[in-house]
């Protein structure tokens, strides 16, 4: 169902709407900001509020403070850093809720933006207490959600302040961030151009199985890597050697492969059209990996014979002969969605699997290119190739649960159009 865009509210001049961002930047040990892309990233809404004449309230979380008040986990300098971003002033408050909050909401003139300090400082922001939630809504008009980082989450500012809101009258709609994410997503999982391509890598199997189901019956083709490859592989009977592996889930990693197998055997070639594959979905494991003795820049490493892993051993990326076949089937897409790296990329070492596969995505120019956040985005940016994609997921937890088909807390809260 379509959600509400913010294009959508009309005759927001002094209305007083409040906007939940994802501010949760990574500081350095001196506090300062290290990548403030996530505070760039809501420029167009910001910008779209005050400008139209509302009294702007920005609400989000840093870090993980766990209920207390953490001054090294204060959005003091992202306001600071906003400001400077926005080319207008950002106030600040020292507190989300409460009197001090009420009192500076009250001076605030149309087109004025305001950051209220970190909403995890209380532990009922993660718990959507209700009463905590009326407090963030006091004296708001309409609620706007611009981080789809958080939308996984059933919080108090996600999904207990918008339903506050519309049992009040008021709307609750996408920011234009979140729905280009909704947009991007959307369009890859209902209605993609073929052939569809997944891309999952990553070190669990247990954080991709309702991924990897939910595709099995969308894409034209799911390409595997990571340390989830090995638990695939030893569910097959191959060796692993020292590597990653989640032993209680062989059982569900061979039902995975069972039900791959079936669905080949079982299908047919035919004209399926939105979430159909055009033929049965290939699912494709490494058939090489590099090993290496001890996983840090400078170790032993070489390319293994086929599949298996040699005892003492531990696999950290996907060898040659994989490369080679990956990039075959990412030549051939005009969908891709990738989530998860195919090794241990942040160690030079290791990182030729994750930036080849980067790389060999840019290089398809005539496909549509959507990664997953998280590390996927963190790749992608390492192997210089950023700019290359359509789109980069701002929310790895956000997109995962979202290819998995699940109802995300902060979309549902939204008003529908």
């Known amino acids: 169902m379509a959600k509400l865009s913010i294009k959508d509210l009309q005759e927001i001049r002094g209305k007083m709407v409040i906007v939940r961002v994802d501010y949760n930047v990574p500081l350095d040990d001196a506090g300062a900001i290290t990548d403030d892309k996530r505070i760039k990233a809501t420029t167009q809404t910001v910008e779209h ?42 106030a600040f408050v020292d507190d989300c809720i409460g009197d001090k909050v009420e009192k500076t909401k009250a001076i605030m003139q149309p087109g004025d933006i305001l950051l209220l300090e970190n909403l995890r400082f209380y532990a009922e922001e993660e718990k959507n207490d209700a009463g905590f939630a009326a ?137 399926g059209t939105g979430g159909t594959p055009v033929l049965p979905c290939r699912f494709l494991l490494p058939l090489d990996q590099i090993q290496t003795t001890e996983i840090k820049a400078g170790a032993p490493k070489r390319v293994t014979d086929g599949p298996s892993i040699e005892d003492g051993w531990e696999g950290v990326d996907i060898g040659p002969q994989t490369i080679e076949a990956y990039k075959k089937v990412i030549a051939t897409a005009k969908t891709i969605v990738w989530n998860g790296p195919m090794g241990v990329f942040e ?57 998995e088909g699940k109802a995300l807390p902060g979309v549902a809260a939204l008003s529908d159009k």
């Open 49 to 90: 509020l005050w400008q139209n004449g509302a009294r702007v309230v920005l609400a989000s979380h840093l870090g993980r403070p766990k209920g207390k008040r953490d001054p090294k986990q204060s959005l003091r300098v992202v306001a600071q850093r906003a400001a400077e971003l926005f080319s207008r002033p950002v």
């Open 135 to 271: 407090k963030l809504a006091t004296g708001i008009d309409l609620y706007v959600n611009d981080a789809f980082g958080t939308a996984h989450r059933a919080h108090a500012s996600t999904a207990g302040v918008p339903e506050i809101i519309k049992k009040r009258g008021g709307r609750a709609a996408a920011g234009f961030l979140m729905e280009k994410e909704l947009q991007h997503l959307g369009t890859a999982l209902a209605n993609p151009a073929r052939p569809f391509v997944c891309i999952l890598g990553g070190a669990k199997i247990s954080g991709k199985i309702d991924v990897i189901n939910n595709l099995l019956s969308k894409a034209d083709a799911i390409l595997i890597g990571g340390a989830m490859s090995y638990t695939f592989r030893k569910s097959q009977g191959f060796g692993i050697g020292r590597s990653l592996v989640e032993n209680d889930k062989l059982d569900v990693a061979k039902s995975l492969l069972e039900k791959v197998g079936q669905a080949s055997r079982l299908s047919s070639p035919g004209g």
């Open 347 to 403: 160690i030079p070492d290791f990182s030729t699997g994750t930036f080849e596969v980067a790389k060999a995505i840019a290089a398809n120019k005539g496909c549509t290119s959507i990664i997953g956040g998280g590390d996927s985005a963190k790749a992608v940016k390492s192997a210089g190739v950023a700019k290359e994609m359509t789109f980069i997921s701002t929310g790895g937890g956000a997109s995962l649960e979202f290819l």
